[in-house]
């Protein structure tokens, strides 16, 4: 049979079953735009532009509890869930109180406000925008499954979730390691709004930290301050804040050293030696009140008592520039800061 003669065979084969190159052409989704953002809009509403640019096989990524343990598991899967795509539309979103954000070159994530939804969406480019990924990091079943063996006090879930997911940012791109800090600052703040000390003060640290979104300096104060109601040594941290409110590169006088001096002393007081020792360090430095070395000696004698370590070091380094100990000297006078 000529080669002619096999390519009309073929034609009629072809054309029998509806499946040659013409009937490809009449039915091919064509690309409904190249940029991104505009072709986010499309699909998010779209279920033919959905099936068309969904790729198959395609990631799918999700977590598992392994005993108290988040699993990340990545698997190759033919086909999404049918309802995988209806939080991208923004009336479902609406429904579920979920935010949608495009973030450039390829993604989109879909994520709550309390750290129990976050799924992103990761699309990739050649001829069109197709989606090559899905990740949904929801760690509410592994949760779930944690609480079956431990009754967590109000707040300490979502605390303990928010570790979670700072420690799943090691499993995760870069690009989503982002994301995941994100839903660990919102899960810490809804720990701490349930009454966690634990989780107000991580909320505070992560946000300072550059790692997560910057929380405002009043909701970072309100933080901080519930923290220390409960724990004394996190006056500390918020002893610092007032001086520097989280700037911590510049080299400025302190903003507030009322407030700083008069929270070290209140923590002290009420037990912290860590709050003895920074007295100690702010008295032998003068860098928020006017330096004052015996006194500095008082406050790392009174964290001696209870600290073996940095205390006696720095009451042996103030020895050594000749600073003599005066049991007439108190690291905190009467009635403390004036």
Not at 94 to 120: H, Y
Not at 149 to 175: I, Q, W, Y
Not at 240 to 248: A, H, I, K, S, T
Request: glycine content about 6%; proline content about 4%.
């Amino acid at each position: 049979m000529t080669t002619r003669r096999l390519n009309q065979w073929l034609s009629i084969a072809l054309l029998s079953t509806g499946l040659c190159t013409s009937a490809f052409a009449s039915t091919e989704q064509q690309c409904p735009a190249n940029n991104f953002a505009d072709f986010v809009k499309i699909f998010s509403s779209d279920s033919a532009v959905q099936k068309a640019f969904t790729a198959s096989p395609i990631k799918a990524t999700h977590v598992v509890a392994e005993g108290n343990i988040p699993k990340v598991v990545v698997r190759s899967v033919k086909h999404l869930p049918a309802d995988e795509l209806s939080v991208l539309g923004t009336e479902n979103a609406a429904a579920f109180s979920l935010t949608t954000e495009i973030e450039f070159p390829n993604r989109v994530v879909v994520r709550d406000q309390r750290g129990t939804f976050l799924k992103i969406f990761v699309f990739k480019h050649s001829d069109c925008w197709v989606l090559n990924s899905v990740e949904d990091w929801a760690l509410e079943a592994v949760m779930d499954d944690v609480a079956r063996t431990d009754r967590p006090s109000p707040g300490e879930r979502e605390f303990k979730k928010g570790v979670m997911f700072d420690r799943l940012v090691n499993k995760a791109s870069g690009e989503s390691g982002v994301s995941l800090y994100a839903a660990a600052l919102d899960s810490y703040v809804d720990g701490a709004r349930k009454g966690s000390a634990q989780a107000a003060v991580a909320a505070a640290g992560i946000s300072l930290s550059g790692q997560a979104p910057r929380l405002p300096n009043e909701q970072i104060l309100e933080l901080m301050n519930q923290a220390f109601q409960s724990n004394p040594d996190d006056g500390v941290f918020l002893s610092l804040f007032y001086c520097d409110e989280g700037e911590y590169g510049d080299h400025k006088a302190c903003i507030d050293p009322q407030k700083s001096m008069a929270t070290l002393e209140s923590a002290a007081l009420r037990g912290s030696t860590h709050a003895f020792l920074r007295l100690g360090d702010v008295y032998e430095a003068g860098t928020v009140v006017a330096a004052d070395l015996p006194r500095a000696m008082a406050c790392y004698r009174e964290a001696s008592k209870t600290e073996l370590k940095s205390g006696p070091a720095a009451v042996e380094r103030l020895s050594a520039r000749g600073v003599v100990m005066d049991n007439s000297i108190e690291c905190i006078g009467a009635g403390g800061t004036q």
